[in-house]
């Protein structure tokens, strides 16, 4: 099988996948053989190896925050596979962690709300998280970005950046950034 059928393979079932599956999007792969020569693939082995070689340059990143480039011309597809699965682990971990880290900061910004509400005479919900944005001493470059940015800067999921828009588009300047 040439490459290019191979691929056009590919999105068939891609696509055939997507028919059964209106909510589902997958991207088509680029069939013409010109295109993949300039990344110095030509057979279907290469292909497969040049994704396996993609695959462990994206979970390297996802796992440790930098790319791990291979030679994927001179390594075996076993030892592409065997990397891709270790990095591929790797990342699921990375990912697990950051998803504990997320709710932990979801936990104690909700603590903070209602102890803030409870003991500190915070009138409403709005009240205490405007005081926690202020206690943020966001500079005016932070402030830039928004509800966005306040999601980045305390570990939020960023399902909190509209409630945090509305309540720094009252703030006046001065109550956001750090003096």
């Known amino acids: ?14 696509q055939a996948e997507m028919d059964a599956n209106p909510d589902l999007w997958i991207g088509m792969m680029v069939t013409d053989p010109d295109h993949w020569a300039e990344y ?13 070689s993609v695959d462990i340059s994206e979970c390297s990143k996802a796992a440790y925050g930098s790319r791990y480039r291979v030679d994927w011309q001179e390594m075996s597809m076993e030892e592409l596979q065997e990397l891709a699965d270790s990095y591929g682990e790797a990342a699921a971990m990375q990912f697990e962690f950051e998803k504990e880290q997320e709710q932990k900061a979801v936990k104690e910004f909700e603590d903070s709300i209602n102890h803030l509400i409870l003991n500190c005479s915070a009138r409403d919900r709005e009240t205490a998280i405007r005081w926690l944005l202020e206690a943020e001493n966001f500079s005016e470059s932070d402030m830039m970005y928004g509800g966005s940015y306040a999601c980045y800067a305390m570990g939020l999921p960023y399902s909190y950046q509209k409630e945090f828009e509305g309540i720094m588009e009252t703030m006046s300047a001065k109550d956001m950034v750090a003096a």
């Open 1 to 14: 099988m040439t490459l290019q059928q191979y691929l056009e393979n590919i999105n068939a079932k891609n």
């Open 40 to 52: 110095e693939v030509y057979t279907v082995e290469d292909y497969q190896k040049y994704m396996l």
